[in-house]
């Protein structure tokens, strides 16, 4: 794949860091940031593309109004913050988006939107929506109301789930960085990348970690981690500066562009494969892990040994090897109590002892997805 994917992508997902939007920490938003990521956006639709922008920037653009010099560590400030940035942040992209008679509109989400299976078909229907309308959907993680325990924690990882909820044909992610390193960009003798084959070709590079200017939370380890989704996916990823946006979205060899090798699924299996939230596990037998990677069957209970954590039928479930390797992910049909009278014995032997309604799959093909 080469970057002529780029200038071909019909649809596709921008996501631009706190750190290009402010500037150094504690700094207020920065309005020719805001204008530059707009006109790449602009320039995309000219040429009829669909482009959502997933935008960092809530927390940062509160902290000058708040009379913070840094962004807080304490999720009750970070909401705050982004209760007041909020605002600030989608009015001046309003503002801007008419200069190009375009219209925008916010989306703001948590990670039960994506993990939910029923949230995330309905986040799927609404974006697809507005992009049919010829919207500009700009969308944040939901900060002010997010909690500790279900925040994505960077918008890096939620831009890659949200090329896969909308099958985009390209994920951009713009930074304070204008290319991958193989080292940190401010040691001597640091090279950048032009383009990534493989992001195992990547992984001894020494890629450092947060930003430099402090008001965001994600860094290169979790642009690296998008990118490990979005090609996985088949969606190629194109990492740049906002200063090159423009150049880099009209094909320039600038940035650093991420080929994808995965192939395109159907967004359910995408969303089981790094969308769902496993609630437990099921150890296998060599056969049955022989099986599921090879013959592509269902999961029987005849080839399960264990069972681990607690959960429902329908809840997503890792597939594991007897040395714990996880093989894939699936929606499990029974409950976890229910599971191990089940291990080791035939679906017919099941029905004949405990009923008919156990002459059935733990998960069927069709609910399961490999992984690696």
């Not at 109004?65 to 840094?70: E, I, K, R, V, Y």
């Not at 992984?203 to 965001?216: C, H, K, L, T």
């Amino acid at each position: 794949m080469s970057r002529s994917a780029v200038t071909s992508a019909k649809r596709v997902v921008i996501k631009i860091g706190s750190s290009s939007l402010t500037g150094s920490a504690g700094s207020a938003l920065d309005s020719q940031a805001v204008s530059q990521i707009v006109d790449a956006v602009a320039q995309l639709r000219s040429r009829g593309a669909e482009v959502v922008l997933v935008s960092s920037g809530a927390i940062a653009a509160g902290l000058a109004p708040l009379g913070l010099t840094t962004r807080p560590k304490d999720l009750a400030t970070q909401q705050a913050a982004a209760s007041v940035g909020q605002g600030l942040l989608i009015a001046k992209y309003n503002e801007n988006f008419s200069r190009h008679n375009l219209v925008s509109s916010q989306v703001l989400l948590t990670t039960e939107d994506v993990v939910r299976r029923s949230h995330y078909q309905n986040a799927q229907q609404t974006l697809n929506k507005l992009l049919s309308l010829g919207v500009v959907p700009i969308i944040n993680e939901n900060d002010s109301v997010g909690t500790q325990e279900i925040r994505f924690g960077d918008n890096d990882r939620l831009a890659a789930l949200v090329s896969l909820l909308i099958g985009a044909d390209l994920l951009v992610l713009v930074s304070d960085v204008d290319a991958l390193y193989d080292a940190p960009p401010s040691h001597a003798g640091a090279k950048a990348i032009s383009f990534v084959d493989h992001i195992a070709d990547i992984e001894n590079f020494d890629i450092g970690g947060a930003g430099s200017a402090g008001v965001g939370s994600g860094g290169m380890v979790t642009k690296i981690e998008a990118a490990r989704i979005s090609t996985g996916a088949g969606t190629p990823m194109l990492l740049t500066s906002l200063t090159n946006a423009a150049n880099a979205l009209a094909g320039a060899e600038v940035g650093t562009f991420f080929a994808s090798h995965g192939t395109r699924s159907t967004s359910r299996l995408l969303w089981l494969a790094h969308a769902s939230t496993p609630r437990g596990r099921l150890i296998l037998d060599a056969g049955a892990v022989t099986a599921i990677l090879e013959r592509g069957v269902s999961l029987l209970p005849a080839g399960v040994t264990a069972v681990e954590g607690e959960f429902i039928a329908g809840d997503t479930v890792e597939l594991m090897s007897a040395d714990k390797k996880v093989i894939a992910r699936g929606l499990v049909a029974f409950d976890s109590h229910e599971i191990p009278q089940m291990l080791g014995r035939s679906t017919k032997e099941l029905a004949a002892t405990l009923g008919a309604e156990y002459e059935r799959e733990l998960v069927h093909r069709d609910d399961l997805v490999l992984l690696g």
